[in-house]
């Protein structure tokens, strides 16, 4: 990403959240986060993307969750949540 950044190309992210199938946003310690900050699993790693500078296009066959994702509200992440958001990287 710092990679790319640096050379000007925008990364995009198609289907950030695996179509659910990695059960990312079932992780504790998003659900917590995305408590306090009063969004869903779902809307806290878009804007953790969002903030990174990543470009995202959600996907999902779920009208609602859809309609969702595209709404994410604005999110202040401090560096400490942005750390802590990277710091589930599964690979």
């Keep these: 990403l710092e990679y790319c950044q640096g050379q000007g190309i925008r990364l995009t992210a198609y289907s950030p959240l695996a179509g659910g199938k990695a059960k990312v946003v079932e992780d504790e310690q998003l659900v917590q986060l995305a408590g306090r900050k ?8 878009l804007a953790w993307l969002l903030q ?5 296009i959600p996907k999902s066959s779920n009208p609602e ?5 595209l ?13 802590s958001i990277a710091g589930l990287d599964r690979g």
């Design 52 to 56: 990174r500078g990543v470009v995202v």
């Design 65 to 69: 969750r859809m309609a969702q994702n």
């Design 71 to 83: 709404r994410v509200p604005p999110i202040a992440l401090s560096p400490e949540d942005m750390r």
């Design 38 to 45: 009063g969004v869903s699993p779902s809307q806290l790693i």
